[in-house]
């Protein structure tokens, strides 16, 4: 089963190919050029160096975001380009799941914090606990996360509402909390200021995601969720400004 595999959410977009869930190759696209017309060359390529064909490919997978919004809009739309013409399904991956899956084999019974930057001084943000999401992904202040991550060690936490915490275990005690993603990144020497010993930062911080996408696609696949390429939704979590200018108007 081969699955071609994009990621255009986040500085570090790559695409890659996978053979029965495992990575073939997986090929950084270049960040200074313009992404809509490096895309269908780079994904080409990723074919020919793997030694496959456009036609061999069972399914399309692709980040649905948060993140860059033109990035994210560039490309869905070139993998549902490329699904429709070869009447194969889309896959949708979201990002903050493809970070934490990347973290949690070496980082087995601890929270996973992912980050993606969302610039204006906020990140994307979802916490994962023994591989499951704890909560809706949010975006919010890096700090106002933080003070949420570490209460009063053994403090139940009373804070509803706030950032990770209206489907979070009572007690968030600062233990171990593992931070990934280009935000935690950006935020480094705070989250480390903040959280202490308490506090590790993913090495990369913001690795390549269209591998663990591939793969992540590769399982859902097998069991059978082969959705058309016009069924794909991204993920958004925050609004675009053109929506939001709309609105005041």
Not at 26 to 47: F, K, N
Not at 70 to 91: N, S, V
Not at 109 to 118: H, L
Not at 198 to 205: D, Q, S, Y
Request: proline share 8%; charged share 20%.
């Amino acid at each position: 089963m081969l699955i071609l595999a994009l990621d255009t959410t986040t500085r570090a977009a790559s695409c890659a190919l996978s053979r029965d869930g495992v990575v073939l190759r997986e090929d950084a696209i270049d960040p200074s050029r313009q992404l809509a017309l490096q895309l269908p060359d780079a994904l080409e390529a990723v074919l020919a160096l793997a030694g496959a064909e456009l036609r061999e490919v069972d399914a399309f997978a692709v980040a649905t975001g948060p993140g860059s919004f033109t990035g994210l809009r560039i490309g869905i739309a070139t993998m549902q380009g490329f699904a429709f013409a070869a009447e194969k399904p889309l896959i949708g991956i979201s990002a903050l799941t493809a970070l934490s899956a990347v973290a949690s084999p070496a980082f087995l019974g601890s929270r996973i914090a992912t980050w993606i930057d969302a610039w204006r001084g906020d990140v994307y943000a979802a916490l994962y606990e023994d591989g499951r999401e704890a909560g809706e992904p949010v975006v919010a202040n890096p700090a106002d996360l933080l003070d949420a991550l570490a209460p009063r060690k053994g403090a139940p936490y009373t804070g509803k509402g706030a950032p990770y915490t209206d489907q979070a275990p009572a007690v968030l005690a600062a233990n171990d909390v593992l931070f990934i993603g280009d935000g935690a990144a950006t935020y480094r020497e705070m989250i480390l200021a903040r959280l202490g010993d308490a506090a590790r930062i993913a090495e990369p911080a913001s690795p390549p995601l269209s591998g663990i996408i591939a793969i992540l696609a590769t399982i859902k696949y097998r069991n059978g969720h082969l959705p058309p390429p016009h069924a794909i939704r991204p993920l958004y979590v925050r609004r675009p400004d053109a929506e939001l200018a709309r609105d005041r108007q």
